[in-house]
């Protein structure tokens, strides 16, 4: 735990001492609950306006790294008037801290029992919400043409946090955050941001669950502060911007080939989602309706897409062999799997697939997944021959009354790896080693799984 986590949880141990004295003297009606922020929408859910169009001109979001001198100060603009509204008007709910509060609710903040992450949901729900974000944020400042910017984390001349966002770093800029661990001019770790095996996969059901892990999650790690627990991380502002990206993603791997498309059942397509919208009018929106954000929410993305290269032959990923589990930590390669991956080796793309991985859930924190536990230990990250990739946990929330889900699967890619792989004998396990634990000491655990698969990339 850094720092300014250990600073945290003090705070929020002291709130605790608080609420318990508070509760020894209070009737209980009145005790605001201990570990969850109340954080429902401000008004009536009850008659929902279902959203129809939206007739803008159709703008770019930029990087947020190169916007102009005028466009950084339309953005502080933009959020300091939702800032001083939160404060004008604590009940309207385009002030910033009911759009906070809009991803806390949809976390299971506060108690709700809602869950946009681990799902099918997590794409388009987080495009309406921003959708809706910017659109107020806009109207606040008078300027229908105003578009969010995206952090590129994936650029690595971008690994910095973008200077609107740490420029002055205090309270006097409204793209400022506190709790941030990430410091000015602090440098994302190479491994952070690596979209290329979500980029590869070659249906959304897959493609999903991987980008949410990771880049997704280790960007919120690496911010860190209210970033690493879903339900305060809205209240940085480099959470849109974060989130763009993420839904360029999105754009650039649905851009990529006529294959990669959104699911097309039906319920998928009717799923509604709910937000105030820049009138204070309560709407609904389905899945269908933002999966062209071009068409239908009136933007698009500038800048450079993400470089396709070799992964675009791969048409689909088949299996090869499950690996046998002893129980859910410890695999084995049979004989047969050996003979079925010989052939392989180093000859096309292979990829291993962790079925329903159980992450620790004692903290935010991001791991490298090693199948070699001495690679663990020493903890030396991609340059050990048995390192598999990055896993990144953020916890709903750092209070510990609700926990992270798990999620269904995980990718990892086993380009040069199966040798070492093939090489073993005998049963053999998955360790995480937190990646912040540098050197030799690193503390080591095993991974469950409920299943451990072996694909291969076919091209087409
Ligand atoms: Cu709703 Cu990045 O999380």
């Keep these: 735990m850094d720092r300014k986590d250990k600073e945290e949880s003090r705070r929020h141990f002291l709130a605790r001492i608080g609420a318990d004295a508070a509760a020894l003297i209070l009737p209980a009606t009145l005790v605001a609950p201990a570990f969850a922020q109340v954080c429902a929408p401000p008004g009536s859910t009850a ?38 509204l939160a404060v004008s008007d604590p009940t309207d709910p385009r002030g910033f801290v009911h759009q906070t509060h809009i991803h806390c609710h949809n976390c299971g903040g506060g108690g709700s029992s809602i869950q946009v992450h681990f799902g099918d949901r997590f794409l388009p729900w987080h495009r309406a919400y921003l959708y809706f974000h910017e659109k107020i944020l806009g109207q606040l400042i008078g ?57 590869s996969e070659t249906n959304f059901a897959d493609f999903s669950p991987e980008l949410e892990g ?12 209210d970033m690493s627990a879903f339900d305060t991380a809205a209240k940085d502002p480099i959470f849109y911007a974060h989130h763009a990206n993420v839904d360029k993603l999105w754009s650039d791997w ?26 204070k009018k309560w709407r609904t929106i389905r899945n269908a309706d933002v999966v062209n954000h071009e068409a239908k929410l009136r933007y698009i993305y500038a800048g450079r897409t993400w470089e396709f290269i070799t992964w675009l032959c791969i048409r689909d990923w088949v299996l090869v062999d499950k690996l046998q589990l002893i129980d859910t930590s410890r695999l084995q390669l049979s004989q047969t799997t050996r003979q079925k991956l010989l052939p392989l080796l180093d000859k096309a793309e292979m990829r291993l697939r962790l079925i329903s991985p159980q992450l620790p859930t004692d903290r935010s924190a991001s791991y490298f997944l090693y199948y070699d536990e001495s690679d663990a230990k020493a903890n030396r990250g991609p340059q050990s021959p048995s390192y598999l990739g990055l896993i990144s946990v953020v916890l709903m929330s750092k209070e510990g009354d609700h926990k992270m889900g798990s999620p269904r699967k995980l990718d990892f890619d086993l380009k040069g790896k199966l040798k070492g792989l093939t090489d073993r004998t005998s049963e053999f396990s998955l360790f995480l080693a937190e990646r912040n634990a540098k050197g030799s000491n690193a503390a080591v655990s095993k991974l469950a799984v409920r299943g451990v698969e072996i694909l291969r990339g076919q091209e087409g």
């Design 254 to 279: 649905t851009n990529a080939d006529a294959s990669h498309t959104a699911p097309v059942t039906p319920a998928w397509l009717n799923q509604t989602q709910g937000f105030f919208d820049e009138n």
């Design 143 to 199: 300027d229908v043409n105003f578009r969010l910017p995206y952090w590129d984390w994936e650029n690595p001349a971008h690994r910095t946090m973008p200077g609107a966002y740490t420029s002055p770093n205090n309270n006097t800029n409204p793209l400022f955050n506190s709790p941030r661990s990430m410091a000015p001019g602090d440098t994302l770790d190479p491994t952070d941001g690596q979209p290329a095996t979500a980029l």
């Design 214 to 225: 990771s880049p997704h999650g280790s960007i919120h790690n690496a911010v860190g502060g």
């Design 47 to 84: 008659n929902p306006t279902p959203w129809t169009r939206d007739c803008r001109s159709i703008q770019p979001r930029r990087p947020a790294s190169t916007l102009t001198g005028t466009e950084i100060s339309k953005l502080k603009a933009a959020y300091k008037a939702m800032r001083d």
